[in-house]
């Protein structure tokens, strides 16, 4: 079975300064890796997502992840944050294999930026 | 994008009501929608898979008499909330993938609807 792990609950950091949050997943077959981004109260925004070819993969508002098949992980970065990227964020897969490929999200991460 | 589009955004009822959630893709048909439910400051739970014209698959926990899914046309599927309690009060959200060609792996999420059952 497929799962995803966000490592940290909560990341403050500070406005201007860069920020990683991680994702490893574990799935026996092959997937496609999503962040996802969500403000309070609202639904799900695409960040980014990973289908195939180049490993590092630009969103948008600034974010970047790179898939490492070795290490299972697709962490989620930005060099520089904005007050405004306070947020929740959502790493999510579907394992491509059977009927349905239903999408798992990982527990989630607070980003909190400070002034 | 796509466009997938949730009503009621949010919505108050009486204990003991049902209570009926729409997601539609509004500009693509959708073969395939999934509803989930978030609790406060935690993650999206799958609750259901639903194809087009078939039965809704449940997840394990999830039961199925009192979460209804309808899914009768490409363009909408429906939850229901069958006697709605206190504990049912949640963040229902909905997403759906594209059939054919225009399946891209991608899911297009609505925008949540925020059940309150007092």
């Known amino acids: 079975a497929q799962s995803v792990t966000q490592l940290d609950s909560q990341v403050p950091v500070f406005e201007e300064a860069p920020v990683e949050l991680r994702c490893n997943y574990s799935s026996s077959v092959s997937v496609y890796l999503f962040w996802y981004v969500q403000y309070p109260n609202q639904g799900l925004q695409l960040l980014l997502k990973?289908?195939?070819?180049?490993?590092l993969v630009k969103g948008i508002n600034g974010f970047e992840a790179e898939f490492n098949k070795s290490q299972t992980s697709f962490h989620l970065r930005k060099p520089s944050v904005h007050i405004s990227d306070t947020a929740e964020y959502f790493c999510a897969v579907i394992s491509l294999s059977g009927g349905y490929n239903k999408l798992i999200f990982g527990a989630g991460t607070r980003l909190a930026v400070h002034p | 994008g796509a466009v997938v589009s949730q009503h009621p955004s949010r919505v108050i009822c009486k204990s003991g009501t049902s209570v009926k959630i729409e997601c539609r893709s509004l500009d693509f048909q959708a073969t395939t929608m999934f509803w989930y439910r978030q609790f406060p400051k935690q993650s999206l739970m799958l609750m259901a898979t639903?194809?087009?014209?078939?039965?809704?698959?449940?997840e394990q926990g999830v039961e199925k008499d009192k979460f209804l899914i309808n899914h009768a046309s490409l363009t909408l599927s429906t939850l229901t909330v069958t006697s709605a309690h206190p504990e049912d009060s949640s963040f229902y959200i909905c997403s759906a993938r594209a059939g054919g060609k225009k399946n891209t792996g991608e899911l297009f999420f609505g925008e949540g609807s925020r059940l309150t059952v007092l």
């Open positions: 639903s194809n087009e014209g078939s039965k809704a698959t449940y």
């Open positions: 990973y289908l195939s070819g180049s490993t």
